[in-house]
């Protein structure tokens, strides 16, 4: 199996309790619960960033855990944690294409008990090879070879990529950046979910502004991420 590297940066300590809550969290959502989705109702909501996280600390906790990047039309994963491996990567367009097998696909990472199946190149119109039996047939076996199966796919209200995914999922975790994404469009995202019969295991409240303490998040401003079963209070209605 090869092998890439994956960069991370430190996170602040009210951030890195916030994803150990969420970690253990995840951990009581039953043993039959491994295709996990993160997703998000709008861009630049965190998604990505709560996925990556989130498997990192699942594999460290020592469970083999795999991470999926579904988001095959603006992946920001291979930029944004400098992935890198030694020859051409093989990544989930070259599988749903046919161009290359399972094994060819899952890489071992630096991050102990940790794989990946990278998307590198980014693909215009992915959603034929989203619907090919060929996908369901991926998640299926990694769901048999790994502890948990992180996925992260593009936002539900953006395009019809993420419904799809969800409906071949054990359940899902919606980010909601707040004070931004409006109870309205949250809505819709549930509704989505449940017409799909992808179960919403939580609602994770990101960028919340926490008065009286400050903790510089990754985007220089003075946040940290929530996580819950439902709306945080700075959530304003109708906006």
């Known amino acids: 199996m090869k092998k890439i590297n994956i960069d991370f940066k430190e996170m602040p300590y009210a951030v890195e309790e916030a994803m150990n809550r969420l970690r253990i969290n995840i951990k009581f959502c039953g043993k039959n619960t491994k295709k996990l989705l993160i997703t998000s109702s709008l861009p630049n909501e965190g998604k990505s960033t709560i996925s990556m996280n989130l498997w990192k600390m699942m594999a460290e906790a020592g469970f083999p855990t795999v991470f999926l990047d579904v988001d095959l039309r603006k992946s920001v994963i291979k930029s944004r ?3 890198q491996t030694e020859g051409e990567i093989k990544d989930l367009g070259y599988y749903l294409s046919g161009q290359a097998e399972y094994e060819d696909v ?6 102990p008990n940790g794989y990946i ?10 959603s034929a090879l989203l619907e090919d039996d060929r996908f369901a047939e991926l998640l299926n076996k990694l769901a048999e070879q790994y502890r948990y199966v992180i996925i992260d796919s593009p936002p539900l209200g953006s395009v019809a990529d993420a419904a799809q995914v969800a409906s071949l999922c054990d359940g899902a975790v919606l980010v909601v950046r707040s004070g931004e994404t409006s109870r309205n469009v ?3 995202s549930m509704q989505q979910l449940e017409q799909v019969r992808c179960k919403l295991l939580g609602v994770i409240l990101n960028r919340v502004e926490v008065s009286g303490r400050a903790y510089k998040s990754y985007y220089g401003k003075y946040k940290s991420y929530g996580y819950g079963y439902g709306y945080g209070k700075d959530q304003k209605s109708g906006k």
Do not use: D, G, M, R
Not at 117 to 126: A, D, G, K, M, R
């Open 81 to 83: 944690h400098n992935i």
């Open 106 to 111: 899952v890489y071992e990472t630096n991050i």
């Open 117 to 126: 199946v990278p998307c590198c190149n980014l693909l215009e119109n992915p």
């Open 186 to 188: 949250i809505k819709q």
